[in-house]
């Protein structure tokens, strides 16, 4: 998974060791049951990682109206590059990081496709039951721009800064 290879890359490796494949099902199963692991890790690093930093904030006396404030530094990307035309991608991740700990405070994705989902409407099909990860409908350009406004928006609910 980390490395975006699939069931196919996964049992060429294994065939080259004589060591038996797994079904794509089978693979799948692995796969959600490990993405949900990875879910639960990453929220409770990212709830430490806030409360480091909240932490700071009040040993510093930092606070914006009774609430600890934090400086923190903020970075995203897109699929594919644009190099100053065609600003068009598929999808986009952002993070905010604090800056005096530097460790993740707010990841998230926008993604305008789903391949579950075009390839079902290609053969003119319903889509099968999925986990869909289209989620943006928006500009390209918007998208960045987004994750970081959701993760400010949801900071002090979520964290308390």
């Not at 490395?3 to 692995?30: C, D, W």
């Not at 970075?75 to 035309?85: M, P, V």
Request: proline share 2%; with cysteine; net charge negative.
């Amino acid at each position: 998974m980390a490395t975006g290879g699939g069931s196919r890359h996964l049992n060429e490796s294994l065939a080259t060791m004589s060591v038996p494949g797994l079904t794509q099902k089978y693979f799948t199963a692995i796969e959600d049951e490990i993405g949900l692991w990875w879910s639960k890790i990453l929220e409770a690093d990212l709830l430490a990682a806030a409360e480091e930093e909240k932490k700071l904030a009040i040993e510093r006396g930092d606070f914006h109206e009774g609430v600890p404030a934090i400086t923190v530094v903020c970075d995203g990307g897109w699929s594919k590059r644009s190099h100053k035309h065609s600003y068009n991608a598929l999808g986009g991740v952002a993070i905010i990081v604090g800056k005096e700990t530097k460790k993740l405070l707010h990841i998230g994705v926008r993604n305008k496709i789903c391949h579950i989902c075009t390839l079902a409407e290609t053969h003119k099909e319903e889509a099968k039951p999925h986990v869909c990860y289209k989620n943006w409908n928006e500009s390209s350009q918007a998208m960045e721009a987004d994750i970081i406004v959701e993760g400010f928006c949801n900071a002090e609910e979520k964290y308390g800064l």
